[in-house]
């Protein structure tokens, strides 16, 4: 039941890699303003919702990344290619929702794109993209992180709402009439 962790040019580092990368990149490709954007925190209504949220970044946004440099992947499976599969189409995802992020103005709620199926489309697309990690490794810890995650990372989601009606009012609450919070119309 332990984990198998090694290093090497066979385990999950090309995943955390091609994320990292593809992240970096269009960090570094867009102007500052919309980085900032990104990675501005939002104020929290409780120290429990604080902590909680911490927790989830840490584990999801770091932890999960370099943790997966170490697990093996399961090399002439179908489990590798079915979560390289989901891996890169979330990352497309991904990307395509950094796009929209980055392109609209900092005074506008980001309501375009990929934005139109759910509000957190980056945080979304990153869960299923790390559990097709999960399967094409079968590491029983990446899938848990994964399916505990959309829990832990509700605090968070919440105050970024909440951040975002306070900056643009109701256009926000109209989008988030007409926008579900997850894929699915469960807000």
């Known amino acids: 039941m332990t984990p198998e962790l090694d290093f090497g040019l066979w385990t999950a580092w090309w995943y955390s890699a091609a994320f990292g990368i593809t992240n970096l990149f269009l960090i570094f490709v867009y102007p500052r303003v919309p980085a900032k954007r990104l990675f501005r925190m939002p104020t929290f209504g409780s120290r429990r919702e604080r902590i909680v949220s ?6 999801f946004a770091r932890g999960l990344m370099v943790f997966a440099v170490f697990v093996p992947v399961k090399l002439h499976t179908v489990w590798l290619w079915v979560g390289t599969m989901v891996f890169l189409v979330c990352l497309a995802v991904h990307t395509v929702a950094m796009f929209d992020f980055a392109v609209t103005p900092e005074n506008e709620p980001v ?14 697309t990153a ?3 790390w559990f097709g990690v999960g399967v094409a490794t079968l590491s029983w810890v990446i ?3 994964c399916l505990v995650q959309p829990f832990l990372s509700y605090p968070f989601l919440r105050a970024q709402e909440r951040a975002c009606v306070d ?5 926000y609450l109209e989008f988030m009439e007409r926008t579900p919070r997850y894929f699915t119309a469960f807000t």
């Open 167 to 171: 900056a643009y009012g109701e256009r």
């Open 143 to 145: 899938c848990l992180a």
């Open 111 to 124: 309501v375009t794109g990929v934005y139109r199926i759910t509000r957190h489309p980056m945080q979304h």
């Open 127 to 129: 869960v299923v993209m």
């Open 54 to 59: 911490y927790i989830s970044i840490f584990m």
